[in-house]
Structure formats: C-alpha cells, structure tokens
C-alpha cells in the first residue's frame, strides 16, 4: 500500500470514527454533570444581583505529559477560578482520555461537539494540510526558528481558521523537540535506511521515505505496546515525552536533530466563543498568553533535560535516568534534514495542500527559510 493510500484510509477511518468520538465525548459531559460544553453566564436581575459562575468543559492535549499536567489542567482548574473570584468554572479532560481521536478533533470543533479543544497539529494536518506550514519536518532546527515561524503564520492561521471551520484560534502550544528514539545502533539519519519508524503524520513519513526507512503511522498510545512488540525500530516523539512513557528503557540510540517540536493549538467553536460574556472573553484572552509562554518555556527546558535523562547525565533532575548513547548532531545529518525539507517534504506538502499553501508559504515563511514553493 502507498503512503497515499495509507493517508486516505487514515482519514476515512477518522471520519466514520467521529461519531463514536462525539458520543463518548457527550457521556463524559453527561458524567460531569454538564448539559452543555460552555454555559453563558446569568445575566444581572433588577436588583443588580451578582451573576452566576461560567461553566466551561476544555479538551486538553496528552494526558499524562507536563503540557498537560504543570501547565493545562492547573490553568483551567485553578488559576482561572482564582482570578475570576469563582465567577468562572473550567473542567478539563484530555483529549486521548476522553475518547477522541486527536485527527477528530478539529472536525469536533467545527461541529460544536466540541466547544473548547486543543489540536494537534500533527494529526490535524491529515484533515487541513496548511496547518503542517507552522513546523514541516527539518523546518525549525531549534526553538527560535520554531517561534519565528509561528508567528510570522499566526494571522493567516486565525483567518483560515475562522473561515474553513468557524473556530477562534486562542493559543499555540509547542510539545518538546520531537526526536529519533532507535534500539539498534545509528551513527547518522543514513543507517536508517529499512527501518521501520514510527511517526504521527504524512509530512513525518515523507521525510523518511526520503531517508529510504519505513514510515509506521502509530498513535502515541500505542507507541510502548508496538516497541514491546518488536514490530518498530525506532520511533518519533518528544525527548522528554519519550523519557516519561519509559522509551528510553526499549531503546538505545538517541539522535537529537529537531524533526519537528509538536505543535498544537488551542481553539473554540465560534459559536461557543461568541456566546460567553464580554468579560470572560477578555479575562481568557488576558491571561492564555501567559499559559501559552509557560508552555513554550517547558518546552525548550524538557528538550535539553530529556536529552540529559535519557542518557543518565547528571544534569537530570525532573526524569527518569536511561543510558541511551546519544549520536552525533552533525552538521552533514542537519545539512540533509534541510535538503530532504526542499526536495522531498515542501513538494508533497504542495501535492495535499495545493496553490493556497504555495502562496501561503511564499507570502509568509519563504523570506524567514529562505525556500520558495513551486506550485
């Protein structure tokens, strides 16, 4: 089966899949004892009484990932509340314990099934290519080049966004630096060459069928179980994401090179965002920036700790320590990743997006990487 054909089985099966996915989604609402996603506050009687409390349901990222544990579930559990004097209440539930699919999501969103959620744009991408345009693999070696690239493609992200799918893009969240994790020897991305790798989106596998390995798509559920059954070589994560699932314990041979950083962004459903008052809107849109910085900053942290626990450096603080020989970054290994996002990864990006990406591209990233697309 080609990768193409793989691809479309992969959104078929998401689509007869997101009914399922709104339904167990509308039993965990039922559970929490919530009618809706987002209910509008009480407007102020004649007396000028105070209004009732704003109950939102959020879907977060990864369960069970600092992202989510230090950052997410703090923010709409607790500091909210706090700074809104219990006027505003949030639960919230990621999205992979919930019964989602993360290529569900933005669909899930347009729907209303959905009123508050965070996609990963990894996944996503098989639904809305453009969105891939923030990080193609080998595009951003380091997290300056990842920022630098998000913002010069946030406007047009709010726009395409608002406009194909009718939701409000409110934040842009970045995972750790998702690398090469093997458990055979590697010395560079060329003694890839037959294995097969796990990876979690069509531009990922591009890239390796370039490097002439074998492209797996595996959910990050079942990155462990298919590693345990010795029916992947090597896969693609986040350095401390891979560290907290155990990988570092299957595997033995690290190699650092930034494929891509695990972008995801968090949005409402138009309707949903239109229906709260003018004061809660501003009071999230206040403080998300400060969410959205202190995810990035863990980002950067757990990119160069990951790599540290992983191989048992003592620089380890947060992970578990591994023993894993990290292989040479090399300037040669950088140079191909560079090579492979112009010849390989940009063109069949171009095939699944078409001309609206190309000028895209050109009106926005082409001035920053210094590549222009070809139509």
Same mark, same amino acid.
């Given at each position: 089966? &080609?990768?193409?054909?793989?691809?479309?089985?992969?959104?078929?099966?998401?689509?007869?899949?997101?009914?399922?996915? &709104?339904?167990?989604?509308?039993?965990?609402?039922?559970?929490?004892?919530?009618?809706?996603?987002?209910?509008?506050?009480?407007?102020?009687?004649?007396?000028?009484?105070?209004?009732? *409390?704003?109950?939102?349901?959020?879907?977060?990222?990864? @369960?069970?990932?600092?992202?989510?544990?230090?950052? %997410? %579930?703090?923010?709409?559990?607790? /500091?909210?509340?706090?700074?809104?004097?219990?006027?505003?209440?949030?639960?919230?539930?990621?999205?992979?314990?919930?019964?989602?699919?993360?290529?569900?999501?933005?669909?899930?969103?347009?729907?209303?099934?959905? $009123?508050?959620?965070?996609?990963?744009? !990894?996944?996503?991408?098989?639904?809305? *290519?453009?969105?891939?345009?923030?990080?193609?693999?080998?595009? !951003?070696?380091?997290?300056?080049?990842?920022?630098?690239?998000?913002? $010069?493609?946030?406007?047009?992200?709010?726009?395409?966004?608002?406009?194909?799918?009718?939701?409000?893009?409110?934040?842009?969240?970045?995972?750790?630096?998702?690398?090469?994790?093997?458990?055979? *020897?590697?010395?560079?991305? $060329?003694?890839?060459?037959?294995?097969?790798?796990?990876?979690?989106?069509?531009?990922?596998?591009?890239?390796?069928?370039?490097?002439?390995?074998?492209?797996?798509?595996? &959910?990050?559920?079942?990155?462990?179980?298919?590693?345990?059954?010795?029916?992947?070589?090597?896969?693609?994560? @986040?350095?401390?994401?891979?560290?907290?699932?155990?990988?570092?314990?299957?595997?033995?041979?690290?190699?650092?090179?930034?494929? /891509?950083?695990?972008?995801?962004?968090?949005?409402? !459903?138009?309707?949903?965002?239109?229906?709260?008052?003018?004061?809660?809107?501003?009071?999230?849109?206040?403080?998300?920036?400060?969410?959205?910085?202190?995810?990035?900053?863990?980002?950067?942290? %757990?990119? /160069?700790?990951?790599?540290?626990?992983?191989?048992?450096?003592?620089?380890?603080? &947060?992970?578990?320590?591994?023993?894993?020989?990290?292989?040479?970054?090399?300037?040669?290994?950088?140079?191909?990743?560079?090579?492979?996002?112009?010849?390989?990864?940009?063109?069949?990006?171009? %095939?699944?997006?078409?001309?609206?990406?190309? /000028?895209?591209?050109?009106?926005?990233?082409?001035?920053?990487?210094?590549?222009?697309?070809?139509?």
């Amino acid at each position: 089966m &080609s990768m193409k054909q793989l691809f479309s089985l992969m959104l078929m099966r998401s689509r007869t899949r997101a009914r399922w996915a &709104s339904a167990q989604l509308a039993l965990w609402l039922l559970t929490a004892g919530a009618g809706a996603m987002a209910a509008t506050a009480v407007a102020p009687g004649p007396t000028g009484a105070a209004t009732a *409390p704003v109950y939102l349901r959020i879907v977060g990222g990864l @369960g069970g990932v600092n992202q989510y544990t230090r950052h %997410e %579930e703090p923010f709409w559990a607790r /500091t909210l509340p706090r700074l809104s004097g219990g006027q505003l209440q949030a639960e919230i539930v990621p999205f992979d314990r919930a019964g989602i699919r993360g290529q569900d999501m933005l669909r899930l969103l347009q729907s209303g099934a959905v $009123a508050f959620g965070t996609a990963l744009v !990894n996944l996503s991408s098989a639904q809305d *290519p453009l969105l891939a345009a923030m990080d193609l693999p080998g595009m !951003n070696p380091d997290i300056a080049s990842l920022r630098r690239s998000v913002a $010069a493609l946030r406007p047009a992200m709010v726009a395409h966004l608002r406009e194909r799918f009718g939701i409000e893009l409110l934040a842009v969240y970045a995972y750790p630096a998702q690398v090469l994790f093997c458990d055979k *020897p590697l010395s560079s991305l $060329a003694d890839l060459r037959g294995r097969r790798v796990r990876v979690s989106s069509a531009p990922i596998a591009d890239l390796f069928e370039a490097l002439r390995a074998v492209p797996v798509l595996v &959910s990050f559920a079942d990155i462990m179980p298919r590693m345990r059954a010795a029916s992947l070589d090597c896969v693609v994560t @986040g350095t401390m994401t891979g560290n907290t699932i155990g990988l570092h314990e299957l595997t033995s041979h690290l190699h650092p090179a930034a494929i /891509t950083w695990g972008v995801s962004i968090f949005a409402a !459903n138009g309707a949903a965002w239109a229906a709260l008052a003018p004061q809660t809107r501003q009071l999230i849109q206040r403080q998300l920036p400060q969410l959205e910085q202190a995810v990035w900053e863990e980002a950067e942290r %757990e990119t /160069t700790e990951g790599l540290a626990c992983n191989q048992g450096d003592a620089r380890c603080s &947060s992970g578990r320590r591994g023993r894993m020989q990290r292989v040479p970054d090399s300037p040669a290994d950088r140079q191909r990743l560079r090579d492979l996002l112009s010849t390989a990864v940009l063109p069949r990006w171009l %095939e699944r997006c078409g001309t609206p990406c190309a /000028t895209l591209w050109n009106g926005a990233m082409a001035p920053l990487i210094g590549l222009r697309a070809n139509p």
